[in-house]
Nanobody
Framework: QVQLVESGGGLVQPGGSLRLSCTSTGDTFRSYTMGWFRQAPGKEREFVGTIRSMGGHTYYADSVKGRFTISRDNAKNTVYLHMNNLKPEDTAVYYC???????????????????WGRGTQVTVSS
């Protein structure tokens, strides 16, 4: 069974940067649309961004656009979330998720992603 494992979380000061990684144990990684979601304390899980399987097109939530970048390395079965200019409101557990056959209008819907990692904590604080 395919598993997703996130890493790279931690404590960072406001304005700092982090890079999260999500590695898939399966051999069909390149066929997945890979999404990043986050859940802050007391809040619902929300869409952060996604990268498509074909073409590698990326889409982002308005709250992170211009600060976060998603990339993927299919040879390593890994997707990355590069986070710059971090703010305290970015503090959350970050999850990666994988899905197939997701149409463009549905990429922000977490219900469309069938595989999920366990998450990694990101804390932005001075």
């Amino acid at each position: 069974q395919v598993q997703l494992v996130e890493s790279g979380g931690g404590l960072v000061q406001p304005g700092g940067s982090l890079r999260l990684s999500c590695t898939s144990t399966g051999d069909t990684f390149r066929s997945y649309t890979m999404g990043w979601f986050r859940q802050a304390p007391g809040k619902e899980r929300e869409f952060v961004g996604t990268i498509r399987s074909m073409g590698g097109h990326t889409y982002y939530a308005d709250s992170v656009k211009g600060r976060f970048t998603i990339s993927r390395d299919n040879a390593k079965n890994t997707v990355y979330l590069h986070m710059n200019n971090l703010k305290p409101e970015d503090t959350a557990v970050y999850y990666c998720a994988a899905g197939t056959g997701i149409i463009l209008s549905a990429i922000r819907g977490q219900e469309n992603y069938k595989l999920w990692g366990r998450g990694t904590q990101v804390t932005v604080s001075s």
